[in-house]
């Protein structure tokens, strides 16, 4: 979902009735659909996906993300933001929720100077790697 253009999905959906019940097999098992298809990621889709990861993170790229945040919070900051200056918005994130972490001495005062941005920035290096140095 990072990178975009025209993506194969080897996923198949589970097909459902008229009702939206999921149509079983002989066994029991829910029928998948015998085709697969084609995602379509557009530039814009990319970037707000990479912001996402920026926010919640992503083990695989080795992005922990805001302390605490997750799927939620990156799906309502995302959809709240506008794609013109959502860095300035996860950054802003980014530094609150470090402020959060002192005041709640979850860090210390030390730890605290230039976490957020360096913690920022390290993640938006480790993503580019995962996106083939696009420039964000």
Not at 21 to 28: A, F, H, S, T, W
Not at 49 to 77: L, S, Y
């Amino acid at each position: 979902k990072s990178i975009p253009g025209i993506h194969f999905n080897y996923f198949r959906p589970r097909l459902r009735d008229e009702h939206g019940d999921y149509i079983l097999d002989e066994n029991g098992f829910r029928q998948k659909s015998d085709c697969v298809g084609l995602d379509v990621v557009t530039k814009q889709e990319a970037e707000m996906f990479f912001w996402k990861q920026m926010i919640m993170g992503d083990g695989t790229d080795n992005i922990k993300g805001i302390p605490g945040r997750g799927v939620k919070f990156a799906d309502k900051i995302i959809s709240e933001s506008n794609p013109a200056n959502i860095k300035d918005v996860v950054l802003s994130e980014y530094e609150s929720r470090y402020d959060w972490m002192l005041e709640k001495g979850k860090i210390s005062k030390e730890a605290h100077i230039g976490v957020a941005k360096r913690q920022f920035n390290l993640h938006i290096e480790l993503l580019r790697l995962g996106t083939n140095g696009r420039d964000i």
